[in-house]
Each structure stands twice: as C-alpha cells, then as structure tokens.
C-alpha cells in the first residue's frame, strides 16, 4: 500500500505534542469565547458539553489507532498516547465545569447526584477509569510495570469508553441520532478486536 | 355563559364567506399602512398585575436558546430553521364538546379579547429558568367564546404538522403532531394563557408562533406551541412527552423541587443570562405560583401525579 506508505512517512515528521496544544487551546479558546458572548446566551452548558462531546471523540479516536493500523497500515501508534492524555485532559476540565460552572458547588445536590443518576454515576465511572490510564501513560509506568501488567490496566480504556458514550445517550432526553452513532462506533471498534488474527506467515512444522 | 350544543347550531351561525373576506381586506389594509408607520408593528396590550417583578431575559436568550423539537433538536435550530414557516394565513381547529365548533382565522379567536402583557418565570424540565414578557391573553376567555359543554374535562392541544417548513418533523423523534393537554380547571386558571407577542411583539416563529400555550407553574413542554387544534374531552389527553417517556414525563408537570426527574434533580435550576459563574438557585414549587394555583390540587399526591 504505498498512499498509506508515504502518510505513514508524512505523519513520522509531525511531532505529538501538536496533539496536546491543540487539545489545551479548546478551553482556552471556549473561555475566551464565554467571556466575549461567543458562545450563545448558555455558555455554562456550551462549555461543558463541547468539553465532554470532545473527550468522547478522543477516546473514539484512541480506540480506531490499533484497527486502522492492523485493516488499512495507517500507523498512527506514536499518537496514541498524546490522543488519550488530551482526552483525559478534556474530561477533566468537563467534569471541573460540572462541578464549578453548572452546578456552582452547590455539594450536597452534587454528591447527591453521583450517587442517584445513573447517568451521571456512569460518567463518573468513565472518568475513574481513565484516571489511572492517564497516570500511567508515561515511559516511566510502562518500565515500572513492565509490558504485559501495562498492556493489561490498558484495558480499562474499553468499559470507559463504554461508560463514556452511554453517559452522553443516558443523558439527553428522547433518542437523538448522535449520541446513538457515538455509543455504535465505541460498540463496532471494540467489537473489531475480537476478530481472531490470523498468523500472518504460517511456518511450516518440521515433519 | 350561555350553554349552546352542537345540536343549536345552524347555517346562519357560519360567519358568511364575504364577511370574512372583507375583514381580511381590511388586515390586509392595516398591513400595508404598518408598512408606512414601521412603529405600528407594536401590539396594543395592557399590563398585568400577575406579571412578576423579576427583571426578564433579554429578547436574545428568549429567541436564541429554545426546546422546538420541530424544527431541530438543538437549542440554536429553533432560531436558525423557524424563520421557514408561515403563521399567515393561520387557523385554528376547535372541536368536541363545545358549542360552537369550527375552523376559526386566528383574527377571528383573538377579536374582543384584550391583550394583556403577562411577565412570568419560565422553568424548563431540564432545570434551566428565564423570565419571559409575553403578550397574551387568558385561555380560560377564548375557551367561553367557543361555548364549553358541561361534560367536558380536559383540554387538548395540537401543533401544527408541516414537514416542507419544519425540518424537524422529517424526523421520528417524537410521534408528530406534538400534543399536550390541561386540565379543565387548569385552563381556566386566570395564569393560563394564550401567547401571540413577545416583547410588545409579535411572537416571533421560534418561540410558537403565532399561538402558543403559556402555564408558567408547570414545566415548559406543556407551553405547546403553534396550536392549530384545541380540542375539548371528558378524558385526559394523550401527550407527547408522556407518551415517549411515561416514568419521566407526566401528564401534570408540575414545578416541583421536591419531584426529582428520574435522571435529573429538580431541586435546583439554572438561570439563563445570569453569567459564567451565577451557580444555581432553589427551585420553587410550582414555579414560585404555588398561592395561586396550589388549591388546584388539594387532596392530590403530587409525587404520584407527577
């Protein structure tokens, strides 16, 4: 596949940490435009959700790396880590806007909440998992923890990705298309890594 | 009130073709002098000793930020894809059990009832709340033209279905038409009312043009908007929310801090247009119009007939 070559080639000369200030301008920017009346007469929701809707589509991004490299040789494995962190970056800063912008502190409702709307416990969820894949995405964790164990926490990325689109379709009322297409895709890629792998050159046996 | 059944009604009741044509002559005069003197697009209305002293929204957050699944299920849709309809020519439907049913020109329900500007707390289910200066006027008024029959109990409504101008409608989000009903005596509240303005204006198309239900102590998606069928039932409607969701939506939706929606907390709601960092505030039951209208459901356990 030589178009994938030369991508591949292309992509070898951008550095991932233009991932990580692409990711930090979003909230910059969705301040700045808060505080101009860029964002429409509701920009508490505005910023919350945009910070959500984009750590959703990270964490979709993060789980297409490995089928895109094994079904069409698109390698985009050195921004695998930059893509997640940001995602967790973002989610974050969707739960502070929760916290501080939407629900001004008010703790007792908040607390209340976590514990009582599933959609919101689930989302909840979401974020606790992705917490020790942020902190462990570090050479120094792989090392620490050694390949396979590494590999292994690394499989929480699927239930919270899980976790994560069900929180947004849980939440909205009615049956919107998008929600359900995010909850699908998370669904479909997973689902992608229980085709069997074929051993690429079968050795012959000694007789 | 003078009771009249459908069986009373004659001929001679229909309002003879050439009358209304004329009066349409003459709206149509009356169009072309506003054209002449822009200020006479302001409505003529009175004010209102039921309107709250809060300061309302600005006309932006009032016609930027709407729940008009018709037209899209954004909140910036309404304002982006509502300017496709036509609210003129606009009729309304009126039927069951009413003396004097029919198809009726807006013009037509609204003549000899005054305007009245009515400044109320808007709060909807999903916990965000405004203050909204509409111009309207009481439903229980236009509901004693049409002549209401002893056995009648409810009231249902209908929006308009038109997919060519309401692109929403393409879609099967909610089962169209959009419904939604009251209670008799709830229609009847003098709170309850019918909107056409907004601002000293017309209602413009996105807040439900050119008539919309407005019950300021009850959740927003009971304020149906443009109606082109009010009918009069001895038994409770169907509604839209209800019928999608039964265990979330109601058929009273009632404000009410202390019903939580079943995925939400109703305790607390947020007020569009008070800034980045305003937080929360209480909410309050029946939208803060718990002294009008609380007697209207003495006996009733609110957490049943949610």
């Known amino acids: 596949m030589p178009g994938v070559d030369r991508i591949n080639a292309g992509l070898r000369r951008v550095p991932p940490w233009t991932l990580y200030g692409a990711g930090a301008a979003l909230p910059v920017w969705l301040f ?41 040789g698109l390698n985009l494995l050195r921004f695998r880590r930059a893509i997640g962190v940001t995602a967790f970056g973002l989610a974050l800063l969707h739960l502070l806007a929760w916290l501080v912008l939407d629900m001004g502190l008010y703790w007792a409702q ?45 499989r929480l990325t699927y239930p919270a990705a ?36 074929r051993r690429a050159i079968q050795s012959p046996r000694p007789a | 009130m003078r009771r009249q059944s459908p069986a009373d009604l004659q001929w001679s009741d229909v309002t003879p073709k050439s009358f209304f044509l004329n009066r349409r002559a003459l709206i149509a005069g009356a169009a072309g002098m506003a054209i002449a ?39 910036g849709d309404p304002s982006a894809y509502a300017p496709a309809l036509t609210t003129d020519p606009w009729s309304v439907k009126v039927d069951g059990l009413v003396g004097r049913p029919g198809s009726y020109d807006l013009a037509d329900l609204l ?35 049409f002549g209401v029959q002893p056995g009648a109990k409810y009231v249902a409504f209908e929006t308009l279905v038109r997919p060519d101008e309401m692109r929403g409608q393409k879609s099967p989000i909610l089962d169209w038409p959009y419904r939604e009903g009251l209670r008799l005596d709830e229609a009847m509240h003098p709170l309850t009312i019918l909107a056409t303005g907004l601002y000293g204006e017309d209602l413009p198309n996105q807040n439900g043009a050119p008539l919309r239900l407005v019950v300021p102590w009850k959740y927003g998606f009971k304020s149906i908007k ?18 999608l969701q039964p265990s979330e939506y109601g058929f009273y939706a009632n404000v009410n801090p202390e019903v939580d929606h ?34 209207l459901y003495s006996g009733q356990d609110l957490a049943r007939d949610f």
């Not at chain 1, 009582?116 to 416990?121: A, D, F, M, N, V």
């Not at chain 1, 606790?128 to 570090?138: C, I, K, V, Y």
């Not at chain 2, 000793?49 to 909140?75: A, H, Q, R, V």
Request: proline share 6%; with cysteine.
């Open chain 1, 32 to 72: 700045w435009a808060a505080t101009t009346g860029g964002l429409g007469v509701d920009p508490v929701r505005e910023i919350e959700h945009t910070l959500g809707l984009w750590s959703l589509r990270l964490i979709v991004a993060v789980l297409c790396v490995t089928p895109l490299r094994r079904f069409t």
């Open chain 1, 162 to 197: 899980v976790a994560a689109a069900v929180h947004y379709l849980w939440l909205v009322k009615a049956w919107p298309v998008a929600p359900i297409l995010y909850l699908a895709a998370v669904a479909f890629l997973i689902g992608l890594r229980l085709i069997p792998r």
């Open chain 2, 262 to 295: 079943p995925r939400w907390s109703q305790a607390t709601e947020r007020h569009i247009g008070a800034g980045l960092f305003a937080g929360r505030e209480p909410t309050r039951m029946f939208n803060g119009y718990a002294d009008q209208v609380a007697g």
């Open chain 1, 110 to 154: 908040t607390l209340g909440d976590i514990a009582k709307r599933p959609y919101i416990t689930v989302g909840m969820a979401a974020f606790l998992m992705m917490l020790p894949l942020a902190l462990s995405s570090n050479d120094w964790s792989v090392r620490r923890l050694g390949g396979a164990r590494w590999r292994a926490l690394h």
């Open chain 2, 111 to 145: 003549s000899g009832i005054p305007l009245e500007e009515r400044i109320y707390r808007f709060r909807c289910v999903e916990a965000w709340a405004m203050v909204v200066p509409w111009i309207g006027l009481p439903l229980g008024k236009m509901l004693e033209k």
């Open chain 2, 37 to 75: 003197v822009p200020a006479a697009a302001k409505l003529d209305y009175v004010t209102s000793p039921l309107s709250t002293d809060e300061k309302p929204n600005s006309l932006e957050d009032i016609t930027s930020y709407n729940n008009f699944y018709e037209f899209g299920t954004g909140k």
């Open chain 2, 226 to 243: 443009s109606i082109v069928r009010i009918t009069l039932s001895d038994s409770q409607p169907e509604t839209t929310w209800n019928m």
